[in-house]
């Protein structure tokens, strides 16, 4: 084996590793809403909670779902499997809520929907039809890069809110690691793979999970136990 294959296939070996640990950690977050819909199946009502957040992820797994086909981005299929299971999540969460939501709360969900899915056929459609390789990437690229910077609202809002109470109360630490090394896992995967459509707005939610872990310590003596997040943290 040369130099050069002997450098490929390490090359190879770090993507690949830095693709698998993304979709480990991203797990850890799709799987963490679960103690939230264990109680409203108790409950047998959504009580409080909104449902926007799922609504925002799946749309946004959806339109990187798509970015991650060999159709549009041919080589980082990681991102095609995280974001297809944190779909799968989403809907189920989704349909839980929409079960045991009052009438109007039903209404409003299947109305938004039944707009992601139409939002998410038209980008679809759009790429196929109206753009070739490399233009489609392109596109899909920058749609997936404003929905992914669009969910960056969640971890400022809670950054926010822990400045201005001066407690972690709403951001448990094992979140806000596994939103860190997720954002760094798929950093890396997309500086492997020369796409910054993965590593731009990946390594931008690498800054905010340092500081989310920064603030942890600097406020985690105030005395007050980390509670539910008041906004759930997706890949």
Same mark, same amino acid.
């Not at 409080?48 to 779902?65: E, R």
């Not at 809002?157 to 001066?166: E, G, H, R, S, Y």
């Not at 951001?171 to 995967?189: D, I, R």
């Given at each position: ?12 070996i770090c993507s ?18 679960? =103690?939230?819909?264990?109680? *409203?199946?108790?409950?047998? #009502? ?5 449902? /926007?957040? !799922? @609504? ?9 779902l798509w970015y ?5 981005? =041919?080589?980082?299929?990681? *991102?095609?499997?995280?974001? #297809? ?5 989403? /809907?189920? !969460? @989704? ?34 039809? /109206? ?83 920064v603030l942890y ?19």
């Amino acid at each position: 084996m040369s130099v050069a294959g002997g450098l490929y296939s390490i090359y190879s070996i770090c993507s690949f590793a830095a693709g698998i640990a993304g979709n480990l950690f991203a797990f850890v977050l799709f799987v963490s809403p679960i =103690p939230t819909f264990r109680r *409203i199946i108790r409950s047998k #009502s959504t009580e409080q909670f909104s449902g /926007l957040p !799922y @609504i925002y992820t799946l749309l946004n797994c959806l339109i990187c779902l798509w970015y991650g086909t060999p159709i549009v981005s =041919p080589g980082v299929i990681m *991102i095609f499997t995280v974001n #297809s299971i944190g779909a799968v999540f989403q /809907l189920v !969460y @989704i349909t839980i809520f929409i079960i045991h939501a009052e009438r109007s709360k039903k209404l409003k969900m299947l109305g938004l929907v039944l707009g992601v899915f139409t939002v998410f056929a038209a980008i679809v459609a759009i790429s196929i039809y /109206l753009f070739e390789p490399p233009s489609r990437q392109t596109f899909v690229g920058y749609v997936s890069v404003f929905s992914l910077i669009s969910m960056f609202a969640s971890p400022l809002f809670i950054i926010n809110l822990v400045i201005k109470t001066k407690s972690v109360e709403y951001m448990p630490f094992y979140l806000s690691l596994a939103t860190f090394l997720m954002s760094l896992s798929f950093f890396a995967y997309g500086m492997f793979k020369n796409d910054p459509f993965i590593s731009v707005p990946n390594g931008i939610g690498g800054v905010l999970g340092v500081i989310q872990l920064v603030l942890y310590f600097r406020y985690s003596n105030s005395g007050k136990e980390p509670r539910e997040p008041l906004l759930e943290s997706h890949a």
